[in-house]
């Protein structure tokens, strides 16, 4: 977007749809032989960074990362593609939803590995939070996956405050009892309570 490019008001979730592919090679391997999950997020956090900034037109920097769960492994070898779309905006925040799919091109086998959303928020040039385009849902698809990013929202929310309940409430001493049944045990006595 140029200088003289009014800003638009809202954008369609295709407009920063992004795919990217890249073929795993060795180097990218560990020592069991399959892809390091490092190398995984750092894909995921580039294509996070294109959807973002290209439906923000800004430079846009990741926040936190959600759920980022492996599925399956990726071996050396295969394509893999990550696809990315903005599912939800705030005022400077985007939801970037991400989805990893790794073939395997001898066989044709195509196998979901990952899925993972990113919050990303769009800077100016000052470095401070800048507002972004509204999101324009245009099909059942965007809607839906916008009213989950507002759920997932509110859950993390919701755990968050629990735990920092639970946790401030939490006396060590007065509940060892919750490690009974772990696989830990305690290299100091106890102070008796």
Not at 120 to 126: I, R, S
Not at 149 to 154: C, P, V
Request: aromatic share 8%; charged share 25%.
């Amino acid at each position: 977007m140029t200088a003289s490019t009014p800003q638009l008001d809202y954008r369609p979730v295709a407009y920063s749809r992004v795919t990217l592919t890249e073929l795993m090679i060795p180097a990218y391997a560990n020592f069991g032989g399959k892809i390091h999950g490092g190398i995984l997020l750092s894909l995921m956090d580039k294509v996070a960074y294109a959807a973002a900034s290209k439906h923000a037109g800004a430079y846009c920097v990741t926040v936190s990362v959600d759920g980022v769960n492996f599925l399956q492994p990726v071996e050396v070898g295969e394509l893999v593609s990550l696809l990315a779309s903005v599912n939800y905006v705030g005022r400077t925040s985007l939801l970037v939803g991400i989805k990893v799919i790794a073939e395997d091109v001898r066989t044709g086998l195509v196998k979901h590995t990952n899925t993972s959303y990113f919050t990303m928020v769009a800077k100016n040039d000052e470095g401070q939070p800048a507002p972004v385009p509204g999101l324009l849902l245009e099909t059942p698809e965007d809607t839906r996956r916008f009213m989950e990013a507002i759920k997932r929202r509110e859950v993390k929310e919701q755990y968050r405050l629990e735990f920092d309940n639970a946790r401030t409430r939490l006396d060590a001493e007065q509940n060892l009892h919750l490690l009974d049944k772990e696989r830990c045990r305690l290299g100091y006595v106890p102070t008796p309570g």
